[in-house]
């Protein structure tokens, strides 16, 4: 436990959910990055290289900085103003190139980062694979179902470790509701509900187009390898995620993260049984095929999962995941965990006694005293305590998760998410768009390895 500081407290008000006077503020303790504070043996290093140096590859090689005995040695990117951009992150002069396969040909590069659009993640990871490099891959792990599993036999056929790129999984605030979970405080879980939510245009992915942008400064053909081919279109470059041809729309950039989260808190790794949708594209019709608002029930073996995406309101902002318990509710919302126990002290139900005459009612109640004889009032607990706990103010997430991949390059142990896990979850993602698409119950035949309507 350390003091709360003002400013932890304001974020701790801000995140917290259903903590009413009485709760009590634990503020998590991350573990120190492996080699954190001491030199890293040069045999210790990891050699890195970064395929895919946009938006993510940027945050990812920024994050990178954190992590003790690592070294960025090369960047990789269709649209070149992205090679400096990625230098920039990576605060060095590092040897950039267009074509990828270069990168998976120097012997100095022991794993690679892969933060490339979904419909590229296939044929990159399977060839960094088979080149015998490790792999950090982003979420979603896959663009098809197909997809998914290819990457998977590659991994194992290669014998590679392999990352897959949602964070929160090595979240100290995930490892705190994991334990809460598992340790029965919760009771019972039938229902578990998730929601992320914005109201921006680049929430919707409507993100500016640089002024560089053209077909001399991007490799386009590369691009579309995977996809239909058409004529230079820098909006699908640049916001892909609106296109079908390259992205899964809400359930893959979204949804996948709660999925992901779930599954690690409730310690299950497979994929939900069937998923219904419904939504709709309602404001942001600028030629998108996905919708704005989605909303999938799925079914797993012991409880039901519901999630929701809007992109017309940022509701409480953040990514809450609440799971409701018979003994109590726990709810993240960004770096916050409230855990909300329910009050199930013992009492006579009068609800329906309303109907019953006076005598029955108080015959009634004079036995259920007799039968539940009282605890001393003090030893009630007359209010519902809610307990808090927070990550520190500056906490990151994502180094925490590449930490754990680099970590599993040097000692061949499994990653948090490795190819299953993230392919268990990608799975969940396209049944959730089938639903929608098809109008129908999805649902999965893991035999087939195929989603039926
Ligand atoms: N974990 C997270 O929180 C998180 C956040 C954002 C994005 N992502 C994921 O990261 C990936 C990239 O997303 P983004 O927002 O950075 O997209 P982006 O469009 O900003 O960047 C993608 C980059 O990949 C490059 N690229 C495409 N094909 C390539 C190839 N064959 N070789 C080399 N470079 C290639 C493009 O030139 C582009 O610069 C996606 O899978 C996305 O879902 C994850």
């Not at 098809?144 to 590659?154: H, P």
């Not at 598992?182 to 879980?189: C, K, M, T």
């Not at 500056?394 to 390059?409: I, M, R």
């Not at 190819?419 to 639903?435: P, R, S």
Request: contains cysteine.
């Amino acid at each position: 436990m350390k003091p709360l500081t003002r400013r932890t407290f304001m974020r701790i008000s801000a995140g917290s959910v259903a903590a009413g006077a009485s709760s009590k503020i634990n503020l998590l303790e991350p573990a120190a990055l492996r080699g954190a504070g001491r030199a890293v043996a040069p045999s210790d290093r990891v050699r890195f290289a970064s395929i895919g140096t946009g938006t993510r590859g940027c945050e990812l090689l920024d994050a990178s900085l954190a992590v003790p005995g690592v070294e960025c040695v090369a960047v990789c990117d269709l649209y070149d103003s992205r090679h400096q951009a990625a230098q920039e992150a990576v605060q060095k002069q590092v040897p950039a190139t267009r074509s990828y396969k270069e990168i998976l040909d120097r012997k100095d590069v022991d794993a690679v980062i892969v933060a490339v659009p979904d419909h590229q993640h296939r044929r990159v990871v399977v060839d960094a694979c088979t080149a015998g490099k490790d792999v950090y891959c982003e979420k979603p792990m896959s663009h098809t179902v197909e997809d998914g599993f290819a990457i998977v036999d590659a991994v194992r056929k290669g014998n590679r470790i392999m990352q897959v790129g949602s964070q929160r999984v090595s979240s100290i605030v995930y490892e705190k509701a994991r334990e809460l979970y598992s340790s029965g405080a919760l009771g019972e879980v039938f229902l578990i509900e998730g929601s992320s939510n914005r109201n921006s245009p680049s929430g919707a992915w409507v993100y500016p187009i640089p002024p560089d942008a053209s077909e001399q400064t991007i490799d386009w053909n590369a691009f579309l390898v995977g996809a239909p081919q058409r004529p230079f279109d820098a909006v699908r470059f640049f916001r892909w995620r609106c296109f079908a041809d390259y992205g899964e729309g809400l359930a893959g950039d979204l949804f996948v993260h709660l999925l992901s989260g779930i599954h690690f808190i409730a310690g299950i790794n497979e994929v939900p049984q069937r998923a219904q949708s419904t939504g709709g594209l309602f404001r942001w019709k600028d030629g998108r095929d996905f919708p704005d608002v989605i909303e999938t029930v799925y079914d797993y073996p012991n409880f039901r999962v519901s999630l929701y995406c809007n992109l017309n309101n940022s509701n409480q902002g953040g990514e809450p995941i609440k799971f409701q318990g018979t003994k109590g509710t726990m709810e993240i919302l960004n770096q916050t965990l409230t855990f909300t126990p329910q009050d199930i002290t013992p009492k006579p139900e009068t609800y329906s006694t309303k109907g019953w005459p006076a005598r029955l009612r108080n015959a009634y109640l004079a036995r259920w005293a007799t039968e539940n004889p009282q605890p001393a009032p003090l030893d009630y607990q007359t209010t519902i305590q809610s307990e808090i706990f927070t990550a520190p103010a500056g906490y990151s997430d994502v180094s925490a998760h590449q930490a754990n991949f680099f970590n599993a390059v040097r000692t061949r142990q499994a990653t948090v998410e490795n190819e299953v896990f993230g392919n268990h979850t990608a799975i969940g993602c396209h049944l959730a768009n089938y639903a929608y698409f098809h109008k129908t119950i999805a649902t999965w035949d893991g035999d087939a390895k195929a989603i039926h309507g």
